[in-house]
Every structure is written in structure tokens, then in C-alpha cells.
């Protein structure tokens, strides 16, 4: 193949990424950015694709922690899951803009959501720290309810 019929094709590799449209965004944010958020992301993820559904899937915090919360970590492996990052990353505007849910575990993200948005409000769930699997099973239950939601949001288009 010669130089021109390559950068052919690889320009209109770039047009058909370009054009896909990209996958929904679901955000979660905690305080530390080390446990709820990063327990919420990974059962969203197993949770989702077992619905057959493709998120980007983002878990971040407030005043992030140096590193994940050994026990979710622990928990999340002894679950068959793996934490989406490998260490807490810091919330913004960015990461909220054009997401379809952000979920806040308590902090307020009232300046960083876009006009017109909204969290939901799962302060409720028990800690990480002192109960791994109520907070986990705090958890599924509410992404269950959510993924329904969403489901029936995308069936509606």
C-alpha cells in the first residue's frame, strides 16, 4: 500500500471516531475521591454491562485523598472487581458537563454542575470504612434502581 492510500484510510478512521457519537457519561463523586465514589463506579460498570449497557464511567472527589481506600480496594477485589482508577483524581466542571447522572455521596457540587443540573443525593450510604458490604449492598441497590431509570430513558428515544 503506498503513503497516500494509508493516510487515506487513517484519516477516514479518524472521521468515523470523530462522528460516533460518544457513550453516556455517569460520574460519581465523594469527599475523598478514595472509596463510595470508587465502589459505586466499579459496580455501576459490572452492573451496566451485565444490562449490556456502555458507560463511561467516572469516580472522582472533593478533596481527594494520596491513595484509594485499602478497604474497598480489598473489597472490591474479593468481589471480582477492580477500581477504575488507580488513585483518587479531583473533580470539575469538566467531568460533570454532559454527564446523564452525577451522583454526589455528600459534597456539594453545586458550583461545579452545569446550569440547570443536578445530583443525586446518596449521602445516606453507610461507610466504607466501617461496613464494606452495607455500603456495598447500599450501593447496588441503588444503581439497580438507576440503571432502570436510565433503561427506560434510552428506551423512550
Known sequence: MNLLAIAALGAAGLLAQQSASPKPKVVFVCEHGAAKSVLAAAEFERMAKDRGLDFQVLARGTNIDPELSPSVVKGLNADGLTPAVSKPVKVDAKDLAGAVKVVTFGPDLSGL???????????????????????????????????SQLEAERRSK
Not at 449521602?123 to 447496588?140: E, F, H, M, N
Open 113 to 147: 454542575l452545569p446550569k440547570g443540573s443536578q445530583a443525586l443525593d446518596w449521602s445516606a450510604t453507610p461507610s466504607t470504612g466501617q461496613d464494606y458490604k452495607s455500603a456495598r449492598d447500599y450501593i447496588r441497590n441503588e444503581l439497580g434502581k438507576m440503571l
